[in-house]
């Protein structure tokens, strides 16, 4: 159990730009969350998938955030036409099991900044 | 709709000195309910979780939290605060759905 990994850490890009961050999961955790949390605030909900479905999508994604999670094992987020409102820190977090009070373990976040 | 409010931003406290951070919950049913530690540009770490039963739930680290339906809320605490504990600590709560729903935080800072 390597824990839930995400990379790139740290992200420095021009407005305008776009980005992606990916996440791989604890092993065999069929769930997957992506938050995002600025300086201040607690992680707010993006979006989550099962499985390689996404079921539930924040109305904090707008259209220029997609995520994706092909096979089911590691999810990318891409955010397009970034904006210096963008920056923050990007959180994924996996979980198991079929509770919805499941323990989600969170990776150490991609932190984004948008000059 | 759920939320959780953390009333203090940040708390200083004595080493030694006992701690409570406080958490108040909205939602209409017994919710899940957890507490979560970050230290400075880290993920987040469970620290202890209540799903039902017992009001009083054990946690690592030496923390506890205890669960008050009439009064909405699921206050951590801690006998004796070390410097190590200086952090950001986030309450949430979880409903039928999957989606945990996080506080603003409380960030505690030890002194000497």
């Known amino acids: 159990d390597t824990g839930v990994s995400q990379d790139p850490r740290h992200k420095i890009t021009k407005r305008g730009q776009n980005v992606t961050f990916r996440c791989d999961p604890i092993?065999?955790?069929?769930?997957l969350y992506w938050y995002r949390q600025t300086l201040g605030q607690g992680p707010e909900f993006l979006t989550y998938?099962?499985?390689?479905?996404?079921?539930?999508k924040s109305r904090l994604l707008s259209d220029r955030f997609s995520a994706e999670r092909p096979k089911g094992s590691f999810s990318t987020l891409e955010i397009q036409r970034t904006e210096q409102g963008d920056s923050a820190m990007y959180l994924c977090?996996?979980?198991?099991?079929?509770?919805?009070?499941?323990?989600?373990?969170f990776g150490e976040g991609s932190w984004l900044t948008v000059v | 709709a759920q939320s959780v409010t953390q009333p203090d931003i940040h708390i200083t406290v004595s080493e030694g000195a006992s701690l409570e951070l406080r958490c108040n919950y909205s939602?209409?049913?017994?919710?899940?309910l957890f507490w979560y530690v970050q230290s400075p540009g880290q993920g987040l770490q469970l620290l202890l979780k209540?799903?039902?039963?017992?009001?009083l739930v054990q946690g690592i680290k030496g923390f506890e939290a205890e669960f008050k339906r009439s009064q909405s809320s699921f206050n951590l605490r801690k006998p004796s605060v070390h410097w190590s504990d200086a952090a950001e600590y986030f309450c949430?709560?979880?409903?039928?759905?999957?989606?945990?729903?996080f506080g603003a935080g409380t960030r505690l800072f030890v002194k000497a």
């Open positions: 977090a996996s979980s198991s099991g079929m509770a919805p009070g499941n323990t989600i373990y």
């Open positions: 092993s065999e955790h069929n769930r």
């Open positions: 998938f099962q499985n390689e479905a996404q079921l539930e």
């Open positions: 939602y209409g049913a017994t919710p899940y």
């Open positions: 209540y799903f039902s039963g017992d009001t």
């Open positions: 949430a709560v979880a409903s039928g759905g999957f989606k945990t729903i």
